[in-house]
């Protein structure tokens, strides 16, 4: 089982990213998929998450209307796409995998690497 995060980088506040999540070894459109980050020195948290069929999506409130999470399941990726970034959304970026999974914040099985955004100011 592999996810594998990239499309990470270095943007300026109020600059925009497209995160991408590939994913194998595992049946992908049985899975749930979140995008979670963690903050230099700080906990891990939730950011966004998409159901099995991509019809049902959630977001944590300091990212809704900014970013997009979507999937592709023929191609076994999700994706993030970050708007408006600020600088309090430095942090590394990772995707996971929720079996049968419903856009939920919780339970997630796999785990991807993580890929790196910083923000300027």
């Known amino acids: 089982v592999q996810l594998q995060a990239f499309g990470g980088g270095l943007v300026q506040a109020r600059g925009s990213l497209r995160l991408s999540c590939t994913a194998s070894?595992?049946?992908?459109?049985?899975?749930?998929l979140g995008w979670f980050r963690q903050a230099p020195e700080k906990e891990r948290v939730f950011v966004a998450a998409?159901?099995?069929?991509?019809?049902?999506?959630s977001y944590t409130d300091s990212v809704r209307g900014r970013f997009a999470v979507s999937r592709d399941n023929s191609k076994n990726t999700v994706y993030l796409q970050l708007n408006s970034l600020k600088p309090e959304d430095t942090a590394r970026y990772y995707c996971a995998a929720d079996y049968y999974g419903e856009a939920g914040r919780f339970g997630y099985d796999y785990w991807g690497q993580g890929t790196l955004v910083t923000v300027s100011s």
């Open positions: 070894g595992f049946k992908f459109s049985d899975f749930g």
């Open positions: 998409i159901s099995r069929n991509g019809e049902k999506t």
